[in-house]
């Protein structure tokens, strides 16, 4: 008999997520292109009034929130009152399946999804539901299917990570009025601010529907991940509840400040959005040409395919030696392909060039 206390049911069936690693033994100069950070870093604004929040530390941040609120109001034409802010969007993630779920429920996502929906979900005490995607697409029909009495929340990227692929604003729509009403669709916009696609406008989704709440963060394109800050777009109702789960200070003082100057500084955002664009294109043309496939992508990362998993390994090691270092995704259930986030133009022909060298000398 062991003398331990156990923790809830499903906690020890949780496996720790792995971020992105950072260093490489041996190599003195590394770019980490493995957790799609903003290479090109946030608004000088930003960084700023982080920077002012160090002359009043001893003071609680604004348990409402309600700066950043407005500001993300403002520039986004949403109403506040339906904003809700969070320690990066994973604290937001966490707190539906806190609020939501539970021992008994079931939670879906697709096969290729972030890995923390079903860590939570499973902290929580649900059990997390897999369904398959279309050729590494989103399959609306195939999450209806995964659809019973049990299940309380369906979490959909989109655009998707790690496949960076994106599926029109209409088969989200179509989605979410086909769930049954004990069904929450969290649309998780993490890359959002990348999409350059018309038409596109995810928000618009959460607009008069009850069963929808669109997370965001400030971590990728705003370049903030250091500082643990993200939003929530959701029908009052939820709002309500996830405002009774949060602690009152959940977002530190100097997270709010950075966020609202990064948020209200459109002209960086959109340089940076443009930039990745290019590289990303750039990038996705030169590993065409060296026979490394990559489905169109609208994140700041391109899913690079290689023939098998073995030389996507080998390749990885390679970049590697040159201190680039990728993401292998093998365990988002796509073996033989590495994720490659987009990085500054020096990186870029840095990955490029490694890669073409290497599939030469295979
Ligand atoms: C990076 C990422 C997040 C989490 O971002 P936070 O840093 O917690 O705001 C959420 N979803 C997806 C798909 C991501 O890639």
């Given amino acids: 008999m062991t003398h331990q206390i156990a923790p809830q049911p499903g906690i020890l069936d ?18 980490k292109l493995s957790s799609n950070e903003n290479l090109l870093g946030p608004s000088q604004r930003a960084i700023d009034a ?27 034409g949403l109403d506040p009152a339906r904003l809700i802010c969070g320690a ?7 707190l539906l399946c806190q609020a939501y779920a539970g021992p008994g429920t079931e939670l ?22 897999v369904v398959k995607e279309k050729n590494r697409e989103t399959d609306v029909d195939a999450l209806l ?15 998707n990570n790690p496949t960076g692929t994106l599926i029109p604003d209409a088969e989200i729509a179509r989605l979410a009025d086909s769930l049954p009403p004990h069904v929450l669709l969290v649309l998780d916009g993490a890359y959002s601010e990348f999409v350059r696609e018309p038409g596109y406008q995810p928000l618009s989704i959460v607009e008069g529907r009850d069963n929808v709440v669109m997370t965001r963060t400030f971590s990728k394109v705003y370049g ?12 009052a109702h939820v709002i309500d509840v996830l405002n009774r789960v949060r602690g009152p200070f959940n977002v530190t003082a100097a997270a709010l400040a950075a966020a609202e100057a990064a948020v209200r500084d459109t002209e960086w955002t959109e340089h940076c959005v443009i930039q990745t ?11 065409r040409r060296a026979g490394i496939e990559s489905d169109p992508s609208h994140c700041n990362f391109i899913c690079a395919r290689f023939p ?21 995704v093998s365990g988002y259930n796509l073996p033989g392909s590495l994720r490659i986030t987009i990085g500054d133009e020096a990186s870029m022909r840095g990955v490029a060039d490694t890669l073409t060298r290497f599939m030469a000398a295979r």
């Avoid at 003071?59 to 520039?75: C, K, M, N, Q, W």
């Avoid at 990066?88 to 966490?94: C, K, R, T, V, Y």
């Avoid at 999804?113 to 649900?126: L, T």
């Avoid at 903030?224 to 029908?235: F, K, N």
């Fill in 224 to 235: 903030l991940g250091a500082l643990r800050i993200g939003w929530a777009y959701a029908p």
């Fill in 14 to 31: 949780v496996i720790p997520y792995q971020g992105g690693e950072s260093k490489v033994h041996g190599a003195n100069r590394v770019v």
């Fill in 108 to 129: 879906v996502h697709t096969e290729h999804g972030f890995a923390m929906y079903a860590i939570y979900g499973k902290v929580a005490g649900a059990t997390p539901v």
């Fill in 50 to 76: 982080y920077r002012r929040v160090g002359d009043g530390l001893n003071i609680y941040p604004d348990g409402s929130h309600a700066e950043l609120r407005r500001a993300i109001g403002e520039v986004h």
């Fill in 145 to 159: 299917a995964g659809v019973t009495d049990k299940t309380r929340l369906l979490f959909v990227a989109n655009p």
């Fill in 277 to 287: 664009e290019i590289w990303r294109e750039w990038l996705a043309r030169e590993l």
């Fill in 88 to 94: 990066g969007s994973d604290e937001i993630l966490s």
């Fill in 308 to 328: 098998d998993d073995a030389t996507a390994k080998a390749a990885d090691k390679a970049l590697r030696e040159r201190g680039l270092i990728v993401r292998d």
